[in-house]
């Protein structure tokens, strides 16, 4: 038999060095035996479950299965220490750890523990939890069973309340707005009001509520949607107006996930609005905070929006962490377009260059070639070459059908 340590247990478990030789302590790990200072454990030795207490009413600490969006992670650059002051709770520890991990783009472990909580009968947020991670591994695999195995499990969590089943209804809007889907949002979610749940899913929720008013700012300037006295850009530009003071409170809050996910939407909105200076602030503000984490995952869900921009910046900080950012959105891109484009039942085009899809994006929000060339600082003929490259790569017939592949 072969025999692995600790620190390699921990690694592929996705759980510290400490737990590890907790487990092994009080003789957890199966077949797992002291030599000298140090454990041996066998290669093929799994993670216990968690020991459920006695009836137990409240597992987590925090009324929410979003753990890593709570207070619960207070400092840029702690993520390790925040979990370690959950070691006496091992549901919340397994849970936070594997959300760090997702933020971080470790998808094979998080799919590896979302597996666990759903198959140990955890608590009502556990389970929330791991199906919201079953979901969002789905969306790197561009895997539609695994969406839809991981939805059923969100909506069969045994709730006891109505505001369990709001939570229910708040998860199941927080992973179809990850795939740009918005058809089943509850009213309460679309009007950001958040009264009917506890206080501890609110940081999640605003993130969320932030890109939904995206998602609507983006149809509104692309024509796919309309709304009343709204037209172009007016939407998208008004939106800073909304997460400035969201990013405010969370800074006030202590919240660090939200507070790189809500400076990440404001940078998009500035972006888009072409006020590159501020989206720039927000974006460098947005990756201090992602490096000192290592949470290259948040940042990489982000590439598509900036047309090369965030790699500049991350390069900046962190020319490594650019490598790397890059390299994994080579894997969560193709994964998205295929789950956002089947779960909406349209095709979403994953062969542009940045500077065709930049093209593209602008055409859709209404601007002709030569604006779009004084914009971009190059030629007319450039864009239209580009946008040439678009209509024979996707098979679209003309500008009326560009936003459509997006």
């Known amino acids: 038999m072969k025999y692995i340590t600790v620190k390699e247990a921990a690694k592929k478990w996705g759980v510290s060095d400490r737990r590890v030789q907790i487990l092994c302590s009080s003789d957890r790990i199966k077949g797992a035996y002291r030599f000298g200072r140090d454990w041996m454990i066998p290669e093929n030795a799994v993670l216990p479950n968690a020991r459920r207490k006695q009836e137990p ?32 709770q091992p549901e919340a520890y397994a849970l936070f750890n594997a959300q760090i ?37 789905a969306i790197w695999r561009g895997d539609v069973d695994l969406w839809q195995e991981a939805k059923k499990h969100i909506c069969n969590a045994p709730c006891e309340s109505q505001e369990e089943r709001d939570i229910i209804s708040l998860s199941l809007a927080i992973i179809d707005s990850s795939v740009y889907d918005n058809k089943d949002y509850p009213e309460w979610f679309t009007m950001g009001n958040f009264e009917v749940l506890p206080s501890d899913s609110h940081p999640a929720a605003k993130v969320f509520y932030v890109k939904y008013l995206y998602m609507t700012a983006f149809a509104v300037a692309s024509k796919q949607f309309q709304l009343e006295g709204v037209q172009g850009l007016a939407l998208m530009k008004m939106i800073p107006n909304t997460v400035e003071p ?32 501020r989206a720039v602030y927000h974006m460098d503000k947005a990756i201090k905070l992602a490096l000192a984490d290592r949470l290259y995952g948040i940042l990489t869900e982000y590439l598509r929006h900036f047309e090369g921009l965030l790699q500049e910046r991350i390069s900046l900080q962190d020319e490594n962490a650019a490598a790397t950012v890059t390299a994994l959105y080579a894997r969560y891109s193709v994964g998205w377009a295929k789950l956002s484009g089947s779960v909406r039942n349209k095709y979403i085009a994953t062969n542009l260059t940045q500077r065709e899809h930049e093209c593209a994006k602008l055409t859709a929000f209404g601007f002709n070639p ?34 459509y592949i997006l």
């Open 57 to 88: 009413t409240f597992p987590m600490p925090r009324k929410s299965p979003f753990l890593d969006m709570t207070n619960l992670y207070n400092l840029s650059g702690e993520a390790e220490n925040c979990a370690e002051m959950l070691i006496n």
């Open 101 to 137: 991990a997702y933020r971080r783009g470790e998808i094979d472990k998080v799919y590896d523990q979302a597996r666990y909580f759903l198959g140990s009968h955890s608590g009502f947020y556990a389970i929330l939890g791991g199906g919201m991670l079953l979901a969002l591994c």
């Open 246 to 277: 969201l990013i405010s409170q969370a800074v006030v809050d202590k919240t660090v996930i939200p507070e790189i996910f809500l400076r990440m939407s404001c940078a998009v909105a500035y972006y888009n609005s072409g006020q590159k200076e």
């Open 370 to 403: 030569v604006k779009i060339a004084k914009m971009l600082h190059i030629s007319e003929s450039s864009v239209r070459q580009a946008l040439q490259r678009v209509y024979s790569k996707t098979g679209i017939v003309g500008e009326s059908e560009i936003a």
